[in-house]
T-cell receptor
């Protein structure tokens, strides 16, 4: 099956700082998504981004499908951005596989 | 947007009892739903794919007799943890894909504690 590698595994930011999270796939993927898991465990869809670039407020994401990676940008980070960020995708079947996540803590 | 409702959010049970968790797609139909398990500070592990009107497909290493899945309608899938033991304590999360938007949406999760 596909392998999903996320980096960095942990990240501590000062409020207001910017960051880039990366997701590498071992094979071509479909339906790539970025999720944020809040402290209560709820997974929130941030982006559905199989290719190209999307922006939503302070967040943006870019997927380069031909090179099997995706990036999530967080600008002007806030304490509420803390949590775990996951990327996930599938290879044409129904099963969606998750990376190990990036655990982000934003300090006030 | 697509909403997936999951309950109970928290459940505590005694060893040997069975616990049922429900997952509903509220504003879309889902022929396929997915059940994940998450241990503390770890990623989501796919347990099984729930198929409406047919048997679930279990991932390798997941006991189908321990984790019974029923997908009786296009909006409801249930996961029953049978004869629960403390090692079954975990966070269980269901999801479904809204095909109109092709977005995988998750329920809020169910935290199971087996005493």
């Amino acid at each position: 099956g596909i392998q999903v590698e996320q980096s960095p595994p942990d990240l501590i930011l000062q409020e207001g700082a910017n960051s880039t999270l990366r997701c590498n796939f071992s094979d071509s993927v479909n339906n790539l998504q970025w999720f944020h898991q809040n402290p209560w465990g709820q997974l929130i869809n941030l982006f559905y981004i199989p290719s190209g670039t999307k922006q939503n407020g302070r967040l943006s994401a870019t997927t380069v499908a031909t090179e099997r990676y995706s990036l999530l940008y967080i600008s002007s980070s806030q304490t509420t951005d803390s949590g775990v960020y996951f990327c996930a995708g599938n290879t044409g079947g129904f099963k969606t596989i998750f990376g190990a996540g990036t655990r982000l803590f934003v300090k006030a | 947007g697509a909403v997936v409702s999951q309950h109970p959010s928290r459940v505590i049970c005694k060893s040997g009892t069975s616990v049922k968790i429900e997952c509903r797609s509220l504003d879309f139909q889902a022929t396929t739903m997915f059940w994940y398990r998450q241990f503390p500070k770890q990623s989501l592990m796919l347990m099984a794919t729930s198929n409406e009107g047919s048997k679930a497909t279990y991932e390798q290493g997941v006991e189908k007799d321990k984790f019974l899945i029923n997908h009786a309608s296009l909006t409801l899938s249930t996961l029953t943890v049978t004869s629960a033991h403390p090692e079954d304590s975990s966070f269980y999360i269901c999801s479904a894909r809204d095909l109109s938007a092709n977005v995988l949406t998750f329920g809020a999760g169910s935290r199971l504690t087996v005493l």
